[in-house]
């Protein structure tokens, strides 16, 4: 059974609902030459998906259904200089 989202904080606006698969799109890090996608089932989790895209700045992803927490690593080399706080989506 899939975890259902917490409620957002009063003034949060509610996590995003999005369908297989998923497409993420990022901005530019200056300095970054490749960017790593984490996807995990907690937070600050990368156990579903944790994959270099090189240097690029979008990918699309089949990830299992439920509460999913993303981000991404921006890297310098092989190096991480930036990394995005988690974002909640909720995939159905």
Request: proline residues 13%.
């Amino acid at each position: 059974m899939a975890k259902r989202p917490k409620p957002p904080k009063p003034g949060q606006p509610p996590p995003p609902v999005v369908s297989r698969p998923v497409r993420f799109v990022w901005g530019q890090v200056p300095g970054a030459t490749s960017y790593t996608l984490q996807v995990g089932s907690v937070a600050l989790g990368a156990d579903l998906y944790n994959v270099a895209q090189g240097n690029v700045l979008t990918a699309e992803v089949n990830i299992p259904i439920g509460v999913r927490y993303t981000r991404i690593v921006a890297c310098s080399g092989t190096t991480p200089i930036s990394t995005t706080r988690d974002q909640m989506v909720v995939v159905a």
